[in-house]
């Protein structure tokens, strides 16, 4: 593991000349064909290993979550929880969109019964309507309420069980680090200018920042905070703005010295 790691240490030489010079010490050794099945069956070995981890650390976080939200996290929630009819707001931001439905639907009302779509209600009809809408909605936010806050508990447990895995796997971390090196500088100078290119465009890109708000709401409104607009808008423009500078900083530390023509075919499929 150290000479694969002393390996791939930034060199000045390109890994493309490196690459071609090895190929041809390679085709002179003798032993080439079984050093060839060596490294083959190191590298499946390798592979299954690098799976089977990802595999662990993505499932056994999501069965975890599932089964302490189902078994203990929701029936304590429940039991702890508010049971009147009054609805819980976690924040402003439940408030106001319960006010906008429940105006929106007396709109609503009013503009059906213009149209001589429906009957025209009385004053006592309306109120006893808007009442029922004004429970229905009661419901509505004490469920969104109630899952927000098994959310934030799941969520959280589902997290430590992820950290305590990886803390605990850091050899297999190592072998799909060096997988990972293995299959990026393995690609195409064209292939990983367009990786470049895509990944900042999707996060870093002009376009970019209404994705970070979409994503930003919803993790928000999942956690049953308020969606505060300062907040969204100081994220959107710190956040993009430092990944932006750390890909730059890549680019110019280290793929400018082990791929150079990586970079220039960059460039060139940017301008």
């Given at each position: 593991m150290k000479s694969r790691s002393s390996s791939r240490k930034t060199s000045f030489i390109p890994r493309s000349i490196l690459r071609t010079i090895g190929k041809i010490?390679?085709?002179?050794?003798?032993?080439?064909?079984?050093?060839?099945?060596?490294?083959?069956?190191?590298s499946q070995q390798r592979t299954l290993i690098s799976v089977r981890f990802l595999l662990i650390s993505i499932l056994v976080p999501m069965l975890v979550s599932q089964l302490s939200r189902n078994f203990v996290i929701s029936p304590l929630v429940k039991a702890l929880w508010n049971k009147e009819e009054v609805v819980s707001f976690l924040n402003s931001s439940q408030e106001e969109?319960?006010?906008?439905?429940?105006?929106?639907?007396?709109?609503?009302?009013?503009?059906?019964?213009?149209?001589?779509?429906?009957?025209?209600?009385?004053?006592?009809?309306?109120r006893k309507k808007l009442k029922e809408k004004a429970i229905s909605l009661t419901k509505k936010y004490n469920n969104e309420s109630f899952d927000a806050v098994i959310n934030v508990f799941g969520d959280l447990l589902s997290v430590f069980t992820f950290v305590t895995i990886v803390?605990?796997?850091?050899?297999?971390?190592?072998?799909?680090?060096?997988?990972?090196?293995d299959i990026i500088y393995g690609l195409s100078d064209s292939a990983k200018a367009f990786l470049i290119i895509?990944?900042?465009d999707l996060f870093v890109g002009f376009h970019s920042p209404?994705?970070?708000?979409?994503?930003?709401?919803?993790?928000?409104?999942?956690?049953?905070l308020s969606e505060n607009k300062d907040f969204i808008f100081l994220f959107i423009a710190t956040v993009p703005v430092i990944a932006d500078t750390i890909f730059k900083y890549w680019i110019f530390r280290y793929l400018n010295r082990s791929s150079p023509s990586a970079v220039a075919t960059y460039h060139n499929m940017n301008e």
């Open positions: 010490r390679q085709a002179f050794d003798p032993q080439a064909e079984s050093k060839l099945v060596e490294e083959f069956r190191a969109r319960a006010l906008a439905e429940l105006k929106k639907f007396e709109q609503a009302i009013y503009f059906e019964s213009r149209l001589n779509k429906t009957p025209r209600l009385s004053a006592e009809n309306l803390m605990a796997g850091k050899q297999q971390l190592n072998i799909i680090k060096s997988l990972l090196d895509l990944s900042t209404y994705g970070w708000q979409i994503i930003l709401k919803g993790a928000l409104k999942r956690f049953g």
